[in-house]
């Protein structure tokens, strides 16, 4: 991926939010998984990990002919994180659920948030690439808690 046009659409999307975070670029996620961005809040910074958006660009849509725009979709979801100012109270609860019906309602109301913010910050993007990416993104956390809900359901 071009680190010149990832930091071109970083500087972009960080004027139009004014997040006051620390932006760091890798070129992979460390861990087994395919992670494309991660906020921290302890020390209030993005990672993107640039190949990671790469390979889920080629995964959803079978080719990375449209990484830029995906990269710009993935950066305002981590910057919807970083804006959201419910998110330290969520991330508490998270800690402290009783239940895993709750941690799952909690985990996906982090990750809406930051979808909905998202959503605001790019309103020029094309909206059925955004919108197939969302539904890509949240589909773990809502079968979760269908998951977690149906289970409560049974007798």
Same mark, same amino acid.
């Given at each position: ?13 960080? %004027? ?20 494309? &961005? ?5 020390? #209030? ?16 849509? &079978? $080719?990375?002919? &449209? ?27 998270? %800690? $402290? ?5 709750? #941690? ?19 309103? %020029? ?31």
């Amino acid at each position: 991926m071009n680190r010149r046009k990832a930091r071109q659409i970083i500087r972009e999307l960080l %004027d139009r939010s004014d997040a006051e975070v620390v932006v760091r670029l890798h070129n992979h996620y460390p861990g087994p998984r395919m992670i494309g &961005g991660k906020y921290s809040m302890g020390d #209030r910074s993005v990672t993107m990990y640039l190949g990671e958006v790469r390979k889920q660009c080629r995964l959803l849509f &079978g $080719s990375a002919e &449209g990484w830029r725009t995906f990269f710009a979709i993935v950066f305002a979801h981590e910057l919807g994180h970083a804006r959201d100012p419910e998110l330290p109270a969520l991330c508490e609860r998270l %800690d $402290s659920c009783e239940s895993e019906r709750e #941690r799952s309602e909690t985990a996906l109301r982090i990750e809406e948030n930051a979808w909905n913010y998202a959503r605001t910050l790019i309103p %020029d993007i094309d909206p059925g690439m955004l919108e197939r990416v969302i539904d890509n993104s949240l589909l773990a956390y809502r079968q979760a808690v269908a998951d977690k809900l149906e289970g409560s359901l049974e007798v």
